[in-house]
C-alpha cells in the first residue's frame, strides 16, 4: 500500500525557513511525478510546487516562486520544500503529492499544477504556522 508521510512543519515568524520532507513508500518512487499543494482554512487547495519524475524539471506557483525549493532525493525515496522568506499568507496544511502521470517534462507550469485530481496519492499533512 502507498503511504506518504510528511514532516517539518512548525511555527515560524515572518521571515523565516522550514524544510518540509515526505518519505514515500509502497511505490517505485523515481518513476512518480511529486509535488507540494496546500490548504488554508476556507481556502481551494493550491498547487504550489511538483518535481517530473527524474529531478530534472520542476513547476512553481507565482505565490512561491523565488522563495521555496522543491528537491527530491530517488535514492531516498524522499521529497523535499525548503521554504524562505516565509510571509503570514504561507500558512496551512501542506501536503505531499504523487502520480505516475503527473508533472511530465512536457507539461507547462498550469497543467502541472492546477488541478490537485490529478494527484492519485496524498500525504495525511502537515501544519506550516506564520506568526507576523
Known amino acids: 500500500r502507498i503511504q506518504m508521510v510528511e514532516s517539518g512543519g512548525g511555527l515560524v515568524q515572518a521571515g523565516g525557513s522550514l524544510k518540509l520532507s515526505c518519505t514515500a513508500s509502497?511505490?517505485?518512487?523515481?518513476?512518480?511525478?511529486m509535488g507540494w499543494f496546500r490548504q488554508a482554512p476556507g481556502q481551494e487547495r493550491e498547487g504550489i510546487s511538483c518535481i517530473t519524475f527524474s529531478g530534472d524539471r520542476t513547476h512553481y506557483a507565482d505565490s512561491v516562486k523565488g522563495r521555496f525549493t522543491i528537491s527530491r532525493d530517488n535514492a531516498k525515496n524522499t521529497l523535499y520544500l525548503e521554504m524562505n522568506s516565509l510571509k503570514p499568507e504561507d500558512t496551512a496544511m501542506y501536503y505531499c503529492v504523487a502520480d505516475f502521470a503527473a508533472c511530465s517534462p512536457t507539461m507547462t507550469t498550469a497543467q502541472a499544477l492546477d488541478n490537485h485530481t490529478d494527484y492519485t496519492y496524498w500525504g495525511q499533512g502537515t501544519q506550516v504556522t506564520v506568526s507576523s
Open positions: 509502497g511505490l517505485r518512487f523515481g518513476d512518480y511525478g
